[in-house]
């Protein structure tokens, strides 16, 4: 039995609204679907909901789109696949999805700037967990206890003058 919920945003209240929706499929309850859920999510009446990411010097805006929409992740205007080469890094972008198991059910895309690609990967996983969270508030506390909704404000320091690096010395010379 899989259960169906719209999520409604009332542009009036801004409160969201569940309304279930029970559907019996026996024939295809298999392993793989118990990993996926089959819940679709109406924003209501926007097309997407917007969020921001950030981490190092990169910046990327979310535009995350329901459920109706077939899932797929858009980066600059490349597939995800294709602009991170790096298996990890397309893990990092899947991760706010993947945790609530929602990786089928929203369509992202994703303007990012600055940055190399693990701080742009780390800076769209943030986006889109808050997103996800503008949807629907219960799943903040899974979010939470990942550390998706956390901005990691570490950055480089910067060098000064009379000095290497930031806070590396010339090497000291006794003669």
């Keep these: 039995m899989a259960d169906q919920h719209n999520i409604v945003i009332d542009d009036k209240d801004d409160q969201l ?8 499929d026996s ?5 793989n679907e118990a990993l996926i ?7 209501g009446d926007k097309k997407y909901i917007e969020s921001v990411g950030r981490r190092k010097r990169a910046s990327a805006r979310i535009r995350l789109y329901d459920g109706s929409s077939p899932f797929d992740i858009t980066i600059n205007g ?26 089928s059910n929203f369509k992202v895309k994703c303007l990012v ?12 996983s943030l986006g889109i967990a808050r ?14 206890k990942a550390n998706l909704l956390t901005r990691d404000s570490r950055e480089v320091e910067r060098k000064k003058y009379g000095k290497r690096k930031a806070r590396k010395r010339e090497q000291w010379q006794k003669r």
């Excluded at 609204?17 to 019996?24: F, G, K």
């Excluded at 859920?37 to 924003?43: D, G, L, P, Q």
């Excluded at 949807?135 to 899974?142: E, V």
């Design 78 to 103: 490349q597939k995800y696949k294709d602009y991170f080469k790096n298996i990890e890094l397309i893990k990092i972008v899947e991760t706010p999805l993947s945790k609530l198991k929602l990786i």
């Design 131 to 144: 997103a996800l969270v503008k949807i629907n508030n219960q799943w903040r506390s899974t979010l939470k």
């Design 27 to 31: 024939e295809e309850a298999t392993a």
């Design 113 to 124: 700037r600055g940055g190399g690609y693990r701080g742009q990967a780390e800076a769209i």
């Design 17 to 24: 609204s569940m309304v279930d929706n029970v559907e019996i």
């Design 37 to 43: 859920s089959t819940e679709t999510f109406k924003i």
